[in-house]
């Protein structure tokens, strides 16, 4: 029996924490490391763990509404900027210079100005969410081909015609890529504002558990919003290649 | 052409000028909150006091050191193990689709294990760098390899080249330029990783400036750390995207 690569990725990540395991169960400090069996135990507990499901909650709430923030600011800021050639000659080079800057540096403004709560997470994911809309936005109207333009307009299409049915449809692809590179940026931004300072968000827990020395619930905690990026960035990246699919 | 590029100049200008001009009136007349946003001219004041002084040096040595050792770890680690998967298809297979997934895992979910591992110093903030920009470098050593055109291969081997020929003369070249968008992707998320852990625990560095000046309420001070940290970034940026263009460009 020949094994394809899947099952021999599989058997890859069973002999890592197989090797996890042994290796902590011999040598492994228990105030600093957890076998992935405790990990397993401490997950359990995890979801029954009222206040960290609270915490859970919160974090999934902030990544939404600064992604959704996000495509309602920046969708329409895009097209203002990418539809005339003048605002995207002029305005373009400025978004790309902002987008440039690490914005961790300025992180505590964002504690400063919206506090400890979700507000300053939803801003801080907002603010790194919205230039991947923006830019892909700009790019994918200046991709449409000109001569479709042309044609429709010689076809007697006015400027909405034109707009809602060659300029939007063509801009989908790269406005979909753009939603899920915000999903990334947005799960950075709030997730680096979460263990930057946090009330009773994940941040709090994280905090918690490595300050009380239980790496096993630490691990757990990680490990579920792990599952949440993952789940989160595949279903961008899937509706990102249903939506690219009509193109060619 | 020349006209709408001064044009363009002009709009530019014009809203960095608008900008600065409310960023300094918002503060002269009291309308906002000194803690949240120095006055302009108090924050240019410390800026240039920074850079006079050169106290910024020690918190600027440790941020450049940390990314040194971590970007050196990921290109190391990056293309060693890139270039032992990429040496099969199956292999590639394998692998290829593991390292992807991890990358899609927000690395700085980590920094909280790290912290415990390696404690609040330049440790933690190593490791983290070097975990995020590791997986650029091995996709793209990957990917690089992976792709080198097989009828290069196929020529060279029917003309006797030897296994170090195939890899110096045919492989390298081929693979480079995948290679180097790699690292540079690499260095750059190290940089930005390690500025941001900074910014959650530390002991040293650009970013626990700027969050301990936050956190003493002197905003003019903490600004010209920001100025400081961007210019920096822009810096690096700009060093690292030459060194790629250059490099691409090849000897002859």
Redesign the interface.
Known sequence: MKLG?GQ??IG??ILLLVLWEVGVRLFGDPL??SPPSQVVVALIDLVGNQPVINALRTTLWELVSAFVLAIVVGLPLGLAIGLQR?TR???F??VLLLY???Q??????F???FGIGPPSKIAFGFSHAIFPIVVTVVAGVQNVKPALIVSARSMGANRSQIFFNVVLPHMIPSFFTGMRLAM?SD??GV??AE??VSQAGVGHY??L??ES?E?AK??AL?AV??AI??VL??TCRRAERRMSRWHD | MSG??L??RL??VG??ALILLAWYLATRNGLVNP??LPSLTSSWHEFVLLIESGSYWPDLEVTMYELAVAFSIAATFGCVIGYIVSRTR?SV???D??FA?MY???A??????Y???FGLGPGSKIAIGATIAFFPVVLNTIAGFDYVDRAYIVSARSMGASAPQMFWSVMLPAAFPVVITGLRMGFILA??SI??SE??ASLAG??HR??SY??SMD?AK?FA??FL??IM??VL?AVVSLAEARVKRGPG
Do not use: D, H, K, W
């Open positions: 690569p021999v990725r890859v990540i600093f490391l003048f000659g002029s305005f080079p400025i440039a800057i690490p961790a540096t300025i992180l505590p403004l504690i400063l100005a990334t799960l950075l997730l680096l263990l930057y994280t905090r558990f490595t020395f790496p630490l691990f990680i919003l792990a990026a993952v960035n595949e | 709408e590029r044009a363009y709009v530019q809203f960095i803690i949240l199956f297979r394998v692998f689709p593991l997934g899609s895992v927000p700085i979910l980590l920094f909280p294990l912290v415990l591992f940089f930005l500025l941001g910014t959650i650009l970013g700027i969050v936050a956190e905003p903490m750390y920001i940290a961007i970034a822009f940026n």
